[in-house]
Nanobody
């Protein structure tokens, strides 16, 4: 089974950039779709972006489209989330997750989750 560890979170000023990483263990990582979700205080877990197993297809939440980019390097068992032009509404704990079904916006389809990394955007 895949295990996931997120990193790269921290404090960033509004308008700045941050890159999150999701490192996976397990030789079958390249067969999984991977997504980023986020949870802000008082809110549920929201979809951010997802990438197919090959990396050839991506989907984004409307709130981050054009600002965030998801990508993966299967040779390194890592998925990235490049966050540009961040704003205070992007403040949240960010989680990566995998599934074997395929790329999806639904968190119920993802069966393996990381522990999360905090992103805080200051105004």
């Amino acid at each position: 089974q895949v295990q996931l560890v997120e990193s790269g979170g921290g404090l960033v000023q509004a308008g700045g950039s941050l890159r999150l990483s999701c490192a996976a263990s397990g030789r079958t990582f390249s067969t999984y779709a991977v997504a980023w979700f986020r949870r802000s205080p008082g809110n549920g877990r929201d979809f951010v972006a997802a990438v197919s197993s090959s990396g050839g297809r991506t989907v984004y939440a409307d709130s981050v489209k054009g600002r965030f980019t998801i990508s993966r390097e299967n040779a390194k068992n890592t998925v990235y989330l490049q966050m540009n032009s961040v704003n205070v509404e992007d403040t949240a704990v960010y989680y990566c997750a995998t599934n074997t079904v395929g790329i999806s916006r639904s968190d119920s389809l993802y069966d393996t989750w990381g522990q999360g990394t905090q992103v805080t955007v200051s105004s």
